[in-house]
Structure formats: C-alpha cells, structure tokens
C-alpha cells in the first residue's frame, strides 16, 4: 500500500479511507458492485483480514451492503432509507415518519457566534442559511431553521429550488454522512413559527438542536428545528 502521511494509522484503516474517497468521489456510484476481498488485498498490499475488517467498517458506516454470494454494492446515501435515519419522530404506529419538506430560498452571510460554536467555523467564515418546513398529512410539524458551511457546499443559493435535504446535497457534493448529535428541550414557537405550525404563539414545542457530522466528524449541518407534535412522538434509541 503507498506510503503516505496516514502511513502511522493501522492497515484496515488506511484500506477504509482509501475505499471510502473512491466512495466520495464517484468512482463506484451507487448501486455498484466493488471488487472482492482478494482482488482489494493484492490492489493494496495487505492480507484478506485486513481488507475484510476494513469492508466491516465501511459497511457499519452505512456506505456499503454486503449480499451473501453476491457481492458488496455501493449504497445509495440519497435514498429514503438512509436520508431520513436522522429523523426521529414517528407515527402513532411507531414507523418513521417521512414527511414532505418545502425549503426557502438559500441565503449566504458571515457565520454568527452561535454557528461558529456549533458548526466548529471561524470568524471569517460564511454559512448558508435555509428555513425548511416539514409536513405529514398535510399537516406541518415541524419548522427547521438550518446553517450550513459555504465552503463544504459552494454556490448552493444558485441552487434554489433543488432538495436541501442533508443526505442528497451530502452526496451530491461527495460528502459522506457520519453521525449526528441532536440535544432536546421543550421550548415556546416563535411568533414565525407559530403562524406555519397553526398553533398560539408561545405554544409549548419540542426543540430540536442537531449536528450533522462527516465520516470524519466534521459538523456540516446545523439545525434548529422547532416540532409541535399532535398524534406523534420522539423515538430515543439507546445502544
């Protein structure tokens, strides 16, 4: 395997990253179908073990599934399955809830104190800001006021009218989606948000703070998302 400045980094993980850029960067779409064990072991110099534990860890990163006696397949990150395990909200019947989501225009500005904090940006930084409102049965739930970092999606304002949801720009921009971090609170709707929810002002809501993170742990999404809940709940999963 070439020697590089990861060199120090153990095998399997050298292997990982090295199939998880050709991931990122669209040289296996998805849908496709990787080389096998031995073929990425002699490719990269190292033993079948070491290139089994590396196609594990990619495949608990969810970027890869492995079909028994079929071959490992490229996942695709910008399917429902995968776009929405962010979302923890479901139905009376305990599935997750995919609700249809209207985006505002993207606008650009100089990141504040608070996205600086949270999405880890310095002073001179600019973010994308975008109000998203998510809806189920025609009934909107949920108002997201989202901050997200110029420089991973460039000239997203002249994409207005796209999906903004996280898993399709991430994939798009050959960003590989990581794990996110969500703190909750009960707060009171903004007078903005209270006139899309159809709820009083100062309304009690579910406050949803959440980090998204690259593969590598960098935040790329920071969202406030402000959930009044009528017939649905919060599901916490502890593991």
Not at 31 to 48: M, T, Y
Not at 55 to 66: A, C, F, G, K, P
Not at 132 to 157: K, N, Y
Not at 185 to 214: F, K, M, N, Y
Request: hydrophobic fraction near 40%; charged fraction near 25%; include cysteine.
């Amino acid at each position: 395997m070439p020697q590089d400045v990861l060199s120090n980094r153990p095998l399997y993980l050298q292997v990982r990253d090295a199939l998880a850029e050709r991931i990122a960067k669209g040289t296996w779409r998805p849908g496709a179908a990787i080389p096998n064990e031995s073929d990425l072991a002699r490719e990269f110099g190292v033993s079948p073990g070491t290139t089994r534990k590396a196609l594990d860890l990619i495949e608990s990163e969810r970027l890869v599934t492995r079909r028994q006696g079929r071959g490992t397949f490229v996942n695709d990150q910008a399917s429902e399955g995968l776009a929405i395990r962010f979302s923890n909200i479901r139905g009376a019947d305990g599935e997750r809830i995919v609700g249809q989501v209207e985006a505002g225009e993207a606008t650009e500005g100089k990141a504040n104190a608070l996205e600086r904090e949270r999405l880890r940006l310095q002073a001179a930084d600019h973010v994308y800001r975008i109000r998203r409102v998510q809806s189920h049965d025609g009934r909107p739930f949920m108002v997201e006021d989202v901050s997200m970092p110029a420089t991973i999606f460039p000239r997203l304002v002249e994409m207005n009218g796209v999906n903004h949801r996280i898993a399709i720009l991430a994939q798009r921009h050959g960003v590989l989606l990581g794990k996110a971090q969500e703190r909750i609170s009960i707060g009171q709707a903004s007078p903005e948000a209270a006139e899309v929810l159809g709820i009083a002002p100062a309304t009690a809501i579910l406050s949803l703070d959440r980090v998204t993170q690259t593969l590598d742990g960098y935040p790329v999404e920071w969202r406030i998302g402000q959930c009044h809940l009528v017939g649905q709940h919060y599901l916490a999963e502890m593991t």
